[in-house]
């Protein structure tokens, strides 16, 4: 029979350069907006937020975008390493309206060596 | 060493039986959350908590059930109403005063029904 299956969008960089993941929220009432990194098997690590009074947002190697016009959301990853490879989700939430996050499906990082 | 806690990490169940997820957290935070992740697929709340003895349904609370006896204490219960529920299901916590928005999420207990 024909299997049937989701497949996450897949970014592959190779080691040192830069990676951009992409994500398209879905609520414009949204105002905070946070990128979480999940490895195989294990629970999301939190990676860097951002309120929507702002723009942008730098961290450790890591930056993100916000273009509440078209409700476009963007992580920047500079300088890749291998450790980076894992699945990056972002998340939206109303902030008060029960601390509710909504999750998008994931983009795929792969590091070549 | 504080954090949240998910036991067991794996568990399998015969179908028609009921069972319940662990989740603990020491890091004294206020609200509990459960998520279902599904292969290639985001998370979806299942149910939340902001306050002892008060729960709210998320987007998928049919089949599950939870209690919220104590502030550090957020078991699930997947009951055998749940058509499809072999998952990954993730714990997490946040403060809610005094804090940030962020969750913090425990490391995932994968529920098999065979």
């Known amino acids: 029979g024909e299997s049937v299956g989701l497949h996450l969008p897949t970014l592959s960089v190779q080691e040192g350069d830069n990676s951009i993941i992409n994500c398209a929220y879905s609520?414009?009432?949204?105002?905070?907006f946070i990128w979480y990194k999940q490895e195989s098997g294990k629970g999301p690590q939190f990676i860097i937020d951002?309120?929507?009074?702002?723009d942008k947002r730098q961290g450790q190697r890591v930056t993100v975008l916000l273009n509440k016009t078209v409700k476009h959301l963007s992580l920047q990853i500079a300088a890749t390493q291998p450790g980076d490879s894992a699945v990056y989700f972002c998340?939206?939430?109303?902030?008060?309206?029960?601390?509710?996050?909504?999750f998008g499906t994931g983009t795929q990082l792969k590091v070549e060596l | 060493d504080g954090g949240i806690t998910q036991s067991p990490k794996y568990l399998f169940r015969k179908e028609g039986q009921n069972v319940t997820l662990s989740c603990e957290q020491n890091?004294?935070?206020?609200?509990m959350y459960w998520y279902r992740q599904d292969p290639g697929q985001g998370l979806r709340l299942i149910y939340y908590?902001?306050?002892?003895?008060?729960?709210q349904k998320g987007d998928i609370a049919e089949g599950y059930s939870v209690s919220r006896e104590k502030k550090e204490s957020f078991p699930l219960t997947v009951t055998s109403a749940q058509k499809n529920p072999t998952a990954f299901y993730l714990c997490?916590?946040?403060?809610?005063?005094?804090?940030?928005?962020?969750?913090?999420f425990g490391p995932g207990t994968r529920l098999t029904v065979l």
């Open positions: 997490a916590s946040r403060k809610l005063t005094g804090g940030g928005e962020e969750q913090f």
């Open positions: 609520n414009s009432a949204s105002d905070y």
């Open positions: 951002i309120r929507s009074n702002m």
């Open positions: 998340a939206e939430m109303i902030t008060g309206g029960g601390n509710k996050l909504t």
């Open positions: 890091l004294n935070h206020d609200a």
């Open positions: 908590s902001q306050i002892v003895n008060d729960f």
